[in-house]
Nanobody
């Protein structure tokens, strides 16, 4: 099993920046992708950014392109989400998820970290 712990959320003003981190532990050797998801009040959980472990390939939701950057630290089994130019619509609980293959479900999740962006 993989254990995930997110950190770095907080309250910021519009236009500000935050850096989220996700620490992975346990059976991390078979990680295929790690991804950041978010869920805003009254909305469904959506994918924000992902990184494919073996290739370092990244992908972003349209809403995140140009503002968010996902990065990996293999040595420490951590991923980061650098968020800049934050908007009130970015307000959500942000979750880190892991899956073991392209057809696998995201079976492992962190507890989430709250990001609140004030107008």
């Amino acid at each position: 099993q993989v254990q995930l712990v997110e950190s770095g959320g907080g309250l910021v003003q519009a236009g500000g920046s935050l850096r989220l981190s996700c620490a992975a532990s346990g059976r991390t050797s078979n990680i295929y992708q790690m991804a950041w998801f978010r869920q805003a009040p009254g909305k469904e959980r959506e994918s924000v950014a992902l990184i494919t472990w073996s290739s370092d390939t990244t992908s972003y939701a349209d809403s995140a392109k140009g503002r968010f950057t996902i990065s990996r630290d293999n040595a420490q089994n951590r991923v980061h989400l650098q968020m800049s130019s934050l908007k009130p619509e970015d307000t959500a609980v942000y979750y880190c998820g892991v899956r073991s293959g392209p057809l696998a479900q995201y079976a492992y999740w962190g507890q989430g970290t709250q990001v609140t962006v004030s107008s």
